[in-house]
């Protein structure tokens, strides 16, 4: 902070604090303008505008000195010159020392993934709240270029810039488990007694040559299990080959199965040896084989029962060596009750079952794997790492995670693009999480005894919507973006209601 040419002007105009200056790049002339105007207004700061990255770019390069920090605000998508992430790397490249925040009008995961990766800030989506801008402009410059804020900046600020609220929201704030050593095997993680019932299993059987057949809900980590058996098996040295037997036609399976010669159907035109035959002295690992058809199922038997095979279109018999490791998110047993799944492959197949828990059955893992995903999407400068609240994490322990732990992963890897560098609010949680808090449907059902003589049901729904309205308005203070994500409303819809109902802070 040393030579800092930048002055801020007091907001009774009697002193000036050396700032870092603000940069904005918007090729939108409107928009640009409007957002200088604001900063410069709001927080009496040098705000700096640009229609360009090449205009900003040359001025830097006659009158910006290099050790001097500044806050970066630019649109990602520039009709001319480079575009706002090629100038972050630029400047970056040039030896600047600053802190970005980039805006965007057509948001995606695409987009977003990248500006994390560079360090950015915050990822602002169009339209937002100016408001949101200026404290994200303070929040930058406090705790990524340590700027010691005036007294009077820090009061129009969030209350994150004081220091006592700074303590308070620091003890609300849930501590991550961080996975130790033993946590972690062959690419799983673990602490539960189910997952460590797991762990054992696999070592005690990948050993051995008998069929394995791991059973458990989409994205619970079966393929992990099938590449866990085969690295500590003595057949690591030889290929593992995987089959999704649930997204190759039916027509088609035979062949990727068992492989064919020149001419057996049409569009062979060439002898191709299929996954068993590639597989030779490894393992094959079938995954989705409650999804095999029928006639296919006769055809796996005799393979598992007589360790030979025939290619499509072929008379020779080949001899195989080959471990199989098959999966399932089906109840094969149900399937089998109902005639859907061969009796006879369920029990050659289901030799040694490993039952792999879901999420739900193993909820004191998800700290773990909420940490270690963490440390996977975090940027190398951690500048978009995330915290967690204690009723966010109480929320995250509490849903059920239909899709388990690569449900849990994408969440994590949404709100690090989404909401970095931010603590999680439950608001910011999908809405389906949002929505599971079994505290507050047991609250609902109690909220109201109805009285012997009756109510008026519509007013009182009315008065009810009213209050929910102001106290979500009150909580974000006066933020309809965030107010209509606790409603689960539009923010257009609740903009429409609080006109209609006359509701105002």
């Excluded at 040559?209 to 690295?231: C, P, Q, W």
């Excluded at 994590?412 to 929505?435: S, T, W, Y």
Aim: include cysteine.
């Amino acid at each position: 902070m040393d030579d800092v040419n930048y002055l801020h002007q007091s907001f009774d105009g009697s002193a000036t604090t050396a700032l870092p200056p603000v940069i904005i790049v918007e090729d939108d002339k409107l928009l640009g303008l409007s957002l200088k105007k604001y900063l410069e207004q709001t927080l009496k700061m040098d705000v700096r505008l640009f229609h360009s990255s090449e205009d900003c770019l040359t001025n830097f390069a006659r009158t910006h000195e290099k050790n001097v920090p500044f806050c970066l605000v630019t649109d990602i998508s520039l009709e001319q010159g480079s575009d706002g992430l090629l100038l972050i790397d630029i400047l970056k490249d040039k030896g600047f020392e600053f802190v970005s925040i980039v805006m965007t009008g057509f948001a995606s995961i695409e987009t977003a993934i990248a500006a994390t990766k560079k360090g950015v800030f915050h990822y602002l989506t169009k339209p937002f709240e100016l408001d949101n801008l200026k404290k994200l402009v303070l929040e930058a410059l406090s705790t990524k270029l340590n700027v010691a804020l005036p007294r009077e900046m820090i009061s129009i600020g969030e209350s994150i810039f004081d220091d006592e609220a700074r303590a308070i929201k620091a003890n609300a704030r849930h501590r991550l488990d961080r996975p130790q050593v033993e946590d972690f095997f062959e690419g799983m993680i673990g602490r539960s007694r189910v997952m460590r019932e797991v762990f054992d299993r696999i070592t005690k059987v990948a050993k051995t040559d008998s069929t394995i057949l791991i059973m458990g809900a989409s994205g619970t980590g079966k393929e992990l299990v099938a590449s866990a058996i085969h690295r500590l098996s003595s057949r690591t040295e030889k290929n593992r080959i995987s089959v999704n037997c649930g997204a190759i036609p039916s027509d088609l399976l035979e062949s990727e199965l068992f492989g064919h010669v020149r001419g057996a159907f049409t569009g062979a035109i060439s002898t191709r040896k299929g996954r068993f035959e590639l597989a030779q002295g490894g393992s094959i690992f079938l995954d989705e084989i409650g999804d095999m058809p029928p006639l296919l199922q006769v055809k796996l038997l005799r393979v598992l029962q007589e360790r030979q095979m025939e290619p499509v279109g072929s008379d020779e018999i080949l001899n195989i060596d080959v471990r199989v490791i098959a999966a399932t998110h089906r109840d094969l047993e149900k399937a089998v009750a109902d005639g859907k799944f061969r009796e006879d492959l369920f029990y050659r197949l289901n030799v040694i079952p490993i039952k792999m828990p879901a999420l739900k059955e193993r909820r004191e893992d998800i700290p773990l794997l909420i940490s270690y995903f963490l440390d996977r999407f975090v940027s190398a400068d951690r500048s978009n790492e995330i915290s967690f609240g204690s009723l966010t994490m109480e929320l995250l322990m509490g849903y059920d995670w239909p899709g388990n732990v690569r449900e849990l992963e994408n969440v994590i890897e949404r709100l690090v693009i989404l909401r970095g560098g931010n603590e999680i609010l439950p608001e910011d949680l999908p809405a389906k999480i949002f929505r599971s808090n079994p505290l507050a449907t047991h609250h609902y059902k109690t909220l109201f005894d109805l009285p012997e003589p009756g109510v008026d049901l519509k007013q009182i729904l009315s008065d009810i919507e009213d209050s929910l309205i102001m106290q979500a308005m009150t909580r974000t203070r006066g933020n309809k973006n965030q107010a209509s994500k606790l409603l689960a409303l539009n923010r257009t819809t609740l903009i429409e209601k609080m006109k209609k109902k006359n509701l105002e802070l």
